[in-house]
């Protein structure tokens, strides 16, 4: 009778351990690169529709606030906004960091020094946290 | 008793085992999905590439990296003056996309204002009525034919005067010039500016040249105007594109038809250098019949524990 309660025992306990750790491991692995890469997808959906005209080079605070390009360069949203600006509350835990940088046509890991001229592209970098655990850094090109 | 214990543990790591395959395939399928999709993006990246090097006429193939784990090969070939094919392959964690689409393409001006083609250049020079403007030259209620042509540093002022022909400067024909080069067109009364069959389209042809109303004008100018800045405040209408170094200041007197519609064909005497992509398509591929015997007869492989 105790060595079957103490099989039981070691049983459950081993089990929900291992149980946990699935758990943990699907998070890490299955959800938290999707969600990454969502919210990303959020950002760039949301800069190719707005305008390219100068503002006041000051980042954004809030989704609100974002009326042109210019505004998601340097910005941080934590909880994360959508691509119509909503804050997806639900992802409180997550951050976007976005950075929008001139680079050479020719050579897009080169700076450019015309953001308008023709031969330059807009290049799009939205790193996503979780916590402070950075979860992906994705890129994309723009037209200026 | 410990018969009921095994069985129990035996159900119980059996659900640990299944719960854990499910996470491993789970994982796969992620990393997977996350992978196409930064494929697509870095397609969707080299399409903009694309677009931006046809408008600064710059490389048409290039491989190049979007990011750090992302790459996209880009590959434009003309097929027609206007027309051109456009191959993009993008890959992305061992994931690979690849598409070939048709561009429409029509000109445009981007940093580079339009040049004078060699031909036009050529008909120029060999041009038979020719009005040389040397220094300061005031033309008034008068009609000048041919090739109206402005010497290097020269002041040009109309006023009252029909131009049955086209207006260049000497910077235009030599492609290059300095300050000191740079020419003056002064307009007032009524205007009209046509264009030499030689340069059919175009009525200004002078990148170096600062175009100015005096107020009076009242103006119709029927083809393109390429110039250094352009500013009118009287009243009358421009027919053809304009094209200058510094944002053109004209009257809301003054119509603008056909401008802003569908885009507009450039003169053949001037080249732009640049193109816009004005459709895009890509075919949906279709398999072959012997692509689509091999599917009907594929066997998927067994599913290994």
């Given at each position: 009778m105790l060595l079957g309660t103490l099989v039981l025992g070691t049983m459950l306990v081993t089990a929900t351990t291992a149980l946990t750790s699935a758990a943990v491991a699907q998070d890490q692995l299955v959800t938290a690169p999707v969600t990454a890469y969502s919210l990303a997808r959020e950002i760039h959906s949301l800069a190719l529709v707005l305008p390219r005209d100068a503002g006041d080079g000051q980042p954004a605070a809030s989704g609100a606030a974002v009326l042109l390009l210019e505004d998601l360069d340097g910005a941080s949203f934590n909880p994360p906004i959508a691509?119509?600006?909503?804050?997806?509350?639900?992802?409180?835990d997550w951050t976007q960091q976005v950075a929008i940088e001139p680079v050479e046509?020719?050579?897009?890991?080169q700076p450019a020094a015309?953001?308008?001229?023709?031969?330059t592209l807009l290049r799009l970098t939205v790193t996503v946290l979780q916590g402070s655990t950075e979860r992906g850094s994705y890129v994309w090109w723009m037209s200026p | 008793m410990l018969l009921g214990v095994l069985l129990l543990a035996v159900l119980v790591s059996t659900v640990c085992l299944g719960y854990a395959r499910h996470v491993v395939i789970a994982a796969s399928n992620a990393e997977a999905a996350v992978a196409v999709q930064q494929a697509e993006g870095a397609a969707d990246s080299g399409l903009v590439w694309a677009k931006q090097s046809l408008l600064a006429a710059g490389d048409r193939t290039v491989r190049l990296n979007v990011g750090s784990n992302a790459q996209v090969a880009v590959n434009v070939v003309d097929n027609g003056s206007t027309l051109r094919t456009l191959t993009i392959q993008s890959s992305a964690s061992g994931v690979t996309q690849a598409m070939e689409g048709s561009l429409e393409t029509y000109a445009t001006v981007a940093d580079e204002l339009p040049q004078l083609t060699s031909s036009a250049r050529n008909a120029i020079v060999t041009h038979p009525a020719v009005v040389d403007v040397v220094g300061s030259q005031s033309f008034s209620a008068t009609t000048l034919t041919g090739i109206i042509y402005l010497h290097n540093g020269a002041h040009l002022t109309l006023t009252?005067?029909?131009?049955?022909g086209t207006i260049v400067s000497q910077p235009a024909l030599a492609g290059r010039w300095s300050p000191a080069d740079c020419t003056t067109i002064s307009l007032g009364g009524s205007i009209v500016i046509e264009s030499d069959p030689a340069l059919a389209g175009c009525s200004i042809v002078a990148p170096d040249a600062a175009v100015i109303g005096d107020g009076s004008e009242a103006l119709q100018i029927r083809g393109c105007i390429v110039c250094d800045s352009l500013s009118l405040t009287g009243w009358g209408a421009l027919h053809g594109q304009i094209a200058s170094t510094s944002v053109p200041t004209l009257n809301r007197s003054i119509d603008l038809p056909g401008s802003g519609r569908e885009p507009r064909a450039w003169p053949a005497?001037?080249?732009?250098g640049s193109e816009r992509i004005g459709r895009v398509s890509f075919p949906r591929p279709v398999a072959t019949p012997a692509q689509q015997a091999a599917i009907r007869t594929f066997v998927f492989p067994p599913d290994t524990p």
């Open positions: 691509a119509d600006r909503r804050r997806l509350t639900y992802d409180e046509l020719g050579d897009p890991a015309d953001a308008t001229a023709a031969g | 009252d005067c029909i131009v049955a005497a001037l080249a732009t």
